[in-house]
């Protein structure tokens, strides 16, 4: 694919997201940038197909798009090269990518970064996740705000667009999961930090009611 067609994918995307996004600056951004276009559509391109496991059957690109936004808009980051990891952050985990290809098309650092918070998929569950509450203190500080902006909107998810096939309780476990990895993130952004915990506890309390 060109990366004509890449900047007209990110324009369809960003469009297709823009209304329900809950971080309209930041998503503005991504929008209004010409790296951060061409990254939104070569990963669109990679997840074309793929949904969120919610109800309500969004397309995975806007995942991705979100994560940035929130980088930009709470985390203020402004640093290219994390914002298009952001971008690219589930391109080699769950997609036909490979850090090679990263690696030519945006460069050694944009793909070092989505390297790190990359899981192995040949390891079990259980097996990941317990690595990413290991490894966390220990990824560069771009990674780590990278990873705890994935988690504000996994846990905004989880909540309120709940996989279809998840009971409470592994909604539960997600959410202590989660705070165990961040727990290792603490330090890199005070203001990611104070809105994943704003988000985890407004998260906690809808679950709770309607449990």
Known sequence: MTEDR??????????????????PLGHNVCSGTKALRRATGFAAWKH?????????????????????AILVEVGEIEDLDVLQAALLHDTIEDTQTSHSELDSV???????????????????????????VKHAPHLSKGAQALK????????????????????????????????????????????????????????RQALANIR
């Open 106 to 132: 945006f460069g050694s650092r944009v793909s070092a970064i989505v390297l790190e918070v990359t899981d192995d998929k040949t390891l079990a569950k259980r097996a990941r996740k317990a690595l990413q």
């Open 6 to 23: 890449w900047m007209e994918l990110a324009g369809e995307v960003l469009a297709s997201s823009a209304p329900t996004t809950r971080f």
């Open 148 to 203: 705890l902006a994935d988690k504000i909107s996994n846990v905004f998810d989880v909540a309120f667009s709940r996989p279809v096939d998840w009971a409470p309780e592994r909604q539960l476990q997600y959410f202590d999961w989660a705070s165990r990895v961040v727990a290792g993130l603490r330090g890199c952004n005070k203001a990611l930090e104070a809105l994943f915990d704003k988000q985890l506890a407004e998260s």
């Open 48 to 68: 074309a197909g793929q949904m969120r496991k919610g109800d309500g059957q969004t397309p995975y690109i806007h995942h991705p798009i979100e994560v940035t």
